[in-house]
């Protein structure tokens, strides 16, 4: 997806919020604000806005001093998305469409996010989007490759929603290699995130290498690359891996809740509407 | 009052929202995203944000050619207002307190405004000021300044709320002279806006000679700055004109709606509350 004119604000406020889980100190905020303000020039509209986000949180990184601001608040919405587990499995088994219900999870998961928008209370969003109607829904074609695969590729978004996804993979009943940013970036999961939520359980951890909120191909590990071309299923979680690879000519199902207008605008959709959306160039 | 640091991303918003009023031109909106990022740092947190303000909307000006990007939408918003003038006039004239009612119609009036926000309806909003309960309401201190005083000087705030002014100004039963901007700024009224409104038939018309959204004393007229310096009683309509004068040590009467957290943060009020203010600090 390509950046929006609506970003620009968007980055900025981003890097304020940023700035200010990571100091105190307003002076280093606003230079936070000063640097990430010049930056903007240099942003074109033909990047994707992970791109641009990588480089915002390095600038806050740099000033701030601080590399992981979002790091306690992370492991808190681990600890509440674990409480709610055995909750969480209770509504799988006891619905009619196990599989539905299970996406239905991880995509409620995907409100744990401290990018785009702050606030959210995790109970609500699960009971909104449990009955929710999907914005688009291609669960025929989901089912469908999902019985033709061995495997599949699973790239995670925030840290929190791995528990929700843990869910998922735990309901498909095939192996799943779970994907992890390779160093933090906003609330995204890493490695030590995932193992919180349980997910080397039921997957094989695996880092994309990069340290954008979004999987930016360019920025990945050879490792990662290799096995991302050989995948013949991929569930991308979240609007920063949609952002990424919404271009990409692969079997990729988008599982989100678009959380903004720009977004929601660049899929067809109404902001707040959630997704299983099959990629629109496949190989298949 | 001062520049927070949550005024930057707004600046930043309100700048991409003046320059696609002004142009179609993709490029010329993206040029003035990327000046008003370099921008930033020069802004300082002990300025008020109408001076920011002003220096943004000049780059607007300067980019995209258009000097005055609301006219058109000015000059409908005045329209519209006249339109709900007999109807306005009909609700003081049926009050009980016909100027506590023509208050709350003054600030109905000011929800008319292109900068911070941009999504209103002015008959939602006029029926909910009327029974609204204020955030903070100094009527007592009004009326009797009002009853103590000769003229008003009556600083004026959006094109289209010059109308509901009118209204009050037809209720305060003095002489008053009714302050314009200098020059085109967002939807701000200036003369020709005033007299759309049909202020000229109520007040006498002054320009303050500024040409930002705000009344910032030093970039007045001389001829502004004496009639303010010897006013006895002032009435300041909406945000710019507070974010001005609120340090001011002037008998001012600051009416307004409190359109975002900054302002209502500042002020000690919720987001959307109704103010009718006296200033703190007061000579009189």
Do not use: W
């Not at 409620?108 to 928008?117: H, L, M, S």
């Not at 995204?188 to 290498?209: C, E, N, P, Y």
């Not at 990662?224 to 990424?244: D, M, P, T, V």
């Amino acid at each position: 997806m390509k950046t929006y004119l609506d970003c620009f604000p968007c980055f900025l406020n981003q890097a304020l919020r940023a700035a200010r889980m990571a100091t105190t100190d307003e002076r280093k905020i606003k230079k936070v604000v000063d640097e990430v303000g010049m930056m903007l020039q240099n942003i074109s509209l033909e990047s994707t806005p992970p791109e641009s986000g990588r480089l915002i949180y390095q600038k806050v990184h740099e000033i701030t001093g601080n590399p992981d601001p979002y790091r306690e608040i992370k492991s808190q919405s681990t600890k509440k998305a674990l409480s709610l587990y055995p909750y969480l499995k209770s509504l799988v088994e006891n619905s009619e469409n196990r599989l539905l219900t299970a996406i239905r999870i991880a995509i409620a998961g995907n409100v744990i996010d401290f990018g785009p928008n702050r606030a959210f209370d995790m109970e609500t969003e699960i009971e909104m989007t449990l009955t929710k109607d999907f914005g688009i829904c291609d669960y025929d074609l989901f089912e469908n490759a999902l019985n033709e695969s061995n495997e599949i590729l699973y790239i995670g978004d925030n840290a929190g929603e791995c528990v929700f996804d843990r869910i998922l993979i735990e309901t498909l009943n095939k192996p799943v290699t779970y994907v992890v940013r390779g160093a933090p970036i906003i609330n995204d999961a890493t490695h030590a995130d995932a193992r919180q939520a349980g997910i080397d359980r039921v997957a094989t951890l695996l880092s994309s290498g990069t340290d954008a909120p979004g999987t930016i191909l360019e920025t990945c590990s050879d490792t990662f690359i290799r096995i991302y071309n050989h995948a013949k299923l991929i569930i991308s979680k979240g609007q920063g891996n949609y952002e990424a690879l919404s271009n990409q000519k692969k079997s990729i199902f988008f599982l989100l809740k678009a959380k903004c207008r720009v977004i929601a605008d660049d899929i067809g959709l109404k902001e707040g509407d959630i997704v299983l959306k099959k990629g629109r160039n496949r190989r298949m």
